[in-house]
């Protein structure tokens, strides 16, 4: 079955920067959107950032200018640059993509990884 995983998340001060890596693995047909999405205690689970197959991102209002997508088709893999972190964005991490398989076509998730953004 097909299996995605996250990097290590981490603590960081404030100001600074971290990046997630994310790769699915397994018997894979294709890969249409790739994306990440963050859950905080007591928080409903948002959308940080997507990407298409073909490029194309999209990402939640609080992040913008400061998170950056990025995918690598070829190892199926999918990125996020996180800069100027603020308390606010601590949470879990979620790795998501939309996968075919000879099955059919679903969503998968990765087990998520904790981002805390602290002094």
């Known amino acids: 079955q097909v299996q995605l995983v996250e990097s290590v998340g981490g603590l960081v001060q404030p100001g600074g920067s971290l990046r997630l890596s994310c790769k699915a693995s397994?018997?894979?047909?294709?890969?249409?959107?790739m994306g990440w999405y963050r859950q905080a205690p007591g928080k409903q689970r948002v959308l940080v950032a997507t990407?298409?197959?073909?490029?194309?991102?999209n990402y939640g209002d609080s992040v913008k200018g400061r998170f950056t997508i990025s995918r690598d088709n070829a190892e199926n893999t999918v990125d996020l640059q996180m800069n100027s972190l603020k308390p606010e964005d601590t949470a879990v991490y979620l790795c998501?993509?939309?996968?075919?398989?000879?099955?059919?076509?679903?969503?998968?998730w990765g087990q998520g990884t904790q981002v805390t953004v602290s002094s």
């Open positions: 998501t993509a939309n996968i075919g398989v000879f099955s059919g076509r679903g969503d998968y």
């Open positions: 990407i298409t197959s073909g490029g194309t991102s």
């Open positions: 397994g018997i894979i047909l294709s890969i249409n959107r």
